[in-house]
């Protein structure tokens, strides 16, 4: 059986491959970014701030009681914006463990992300995943 984390990826990468070159691609990246939803100023914080990233990054996680973990985030680079709306689609929502126990670098790979973001870019989104599945390893105590 597919996981929900799993049948995202999949709906991403189906949605990659329908864009031609990675300009298209960047382009629609860039679109899911403007469709983020804004985040207060209290919540653009240094507690909410991922380090590693060269923009600003503000990731807000919000445990539930049925054990999963809604993730907002936003950035001043519309690339990265877009990026984390990636990121929310496959993590936001999920339960705890299956977060934690998500092969991130994989589904980078299907989506041609590594390949195609800058070394920068490429630390940023690892820095942001770390931060995410810190999140959820400390949601499982």
Not at 12 to 38: H, N, Q, S, T
Not at 120 to 128: E, F, H, I
Request: with cysteine; net charge negative; proline share 2%.
């Amino acid at each position: 059986m597919t996981s929900p984390i799993d049948a995202a990826l999949t709906d991403l990468a189906d949605e990659f491959e329908l864009l031609g070159d990675w300009e298209e691609r960047y382009r629609y990246v860039i679109e899911l970014g403007k469709e983020l939803a804004p985040l207060t100023d209290a919540e653009r914080s240094e507690a909410n701030k991922v380090r590693g990233c060269a923009s600003q990054v503000w990731l807000v996680t919000e445990p539930h009681a049925d054990g999963s973990i809604v993730f907002r985030g936003d950035s001043d680079a519309h690339i990265v914006s877009g990026l984390i709306a990636i990121l929310l689609r496959l993590y936001s929502g999920r339960a705890a463990a299956e977060i934690a126990g998500f092969d991130a670098k994989a589904a980078f790979d299907r989506l041609g992300l590594s390949e195609a973001l800058s070394s920068q870019r490429s630390n940023g989104l690892k820095s942001m995943v770390a931060r995410i599945q810190r999140d959820a390893q400390a949601a499982l105590g």
